[in-house]
Antibody, heavy 118, light 108 residues
Framework: EVQLVESGGGLVQPGGSLRLSCAASGFIFSSYSMSWVRQAPGKGLEWVSY????????LYADSVKGRFTISRDNAKNALYLQMNSLRAEDTAVYYC???????????WGQGTLVTVSS | EIVLTQSPGTLSLSPGEGATLSCRASQSVSSSYLAWYQHKPGQAPRLLIYGASSRATGIPDRFSGSGSGTAFTLTISRLEPEDFAVYYC?????????FGQGTKLEIK
């Protein structure tokens, strides 16, 4: 059974940093691209970042480019999102997601809440 | 960036009725890389449709997707109580892989 478990969320001050992790199990992690998607309170889903299976291709939304860094450790079956220079508008539930068919996200974690506030 | 615009913003219907949700793209979505998701509060989003018209595994056949280019539709026939949720379209053919703003399907 495919499982994705996010961790690392919490309360952080504006300008601070946080590192999210996503532990993957139940599939060959190194064979799949992975992504982060977020949902701010009362808002819709927002795609954040993508990393290919070998880390050769990395993509970001304009809203986080230059501040967030996606990475993965295939030996540890783990996906990461390093978030720097955090802003209030980064407050959201962050989901890691894995494609099921082509690039559509068939598997999601339960999400981890990041709150940016003083 | 491809902007996806969903309509209506809110749809009020009764169980047993049919629903038609629209998703329009600002540019053509390549190879019909268009997905639909169902999202309920406190849960992870659920993939319903990929490739514009293919149902994901385990999705009831009352859900169907259609369209190509810049106009896509999700149709739900015979609404069940568990279908009331927020629905999002997403294009994954061109980075950034944008989502629409969502359509809330509520019980009338």
């Amino acid at each position: 059974e495919v499982q994705l478990v996010e961790s690392g969320g919490g309360l952080v001050q504006p300008g601070g940093s946080l590192r999210l992790s996503c532990a993957a199990s139940g599939f060959i992690f190194s064979s799949y691209s992975m992504s982060w998607v977020r949902q701010a309170p009362g808002k819709g889903l927002e795609w954040v970042s993508y990393i290919s299976s070998s880390s050769s291709t990395i993509l970001y939304a304009d809203s986080v480019k230059g501040r967030f860094t996606i990475s993965r450790d295939n030996a540890k079956n783990a996906l990461y999102l390093q978030m720097n220079s955090l802003r209030a508008e980064d407050t959201a539930v962050y989901y890691c997601a894995r494609p099921l068919y082509s690039g559509s996200y068939g598997y999601w974690g339960q999400g981890t809440l990041v709150t940016v506030s003083s | 960036e491809i902007v996806l615009t969903q309509s209506p913003g809110t749809l009020s219907l009764s169980p047993g009725e049919g629903a038609t949700l629209s998703c329009r793209a600002s540019q053509s979505v390549s190879s019909s890389y268009l997905a639909w998701y169902q999202h309920k509060p406190g849960q992870a989003p659920r993939l319903l449709i990929y490739g514009a018209s293919s149902r994901a595994t385990g999705i009831p056949d009352r859900f169907s997707g259609s369209g190509s280019g810049t106009a896509f539709t999700l149709t739900i026939s015979r609404l069940e109580p568990e279908d009331f949720a927020v629905y999002y379209c997403q294009q994954y053919g061109s980075s950034p892989y944008t989502f629409g703003q969502g359509t809330k399907l509520e019980i009338k």
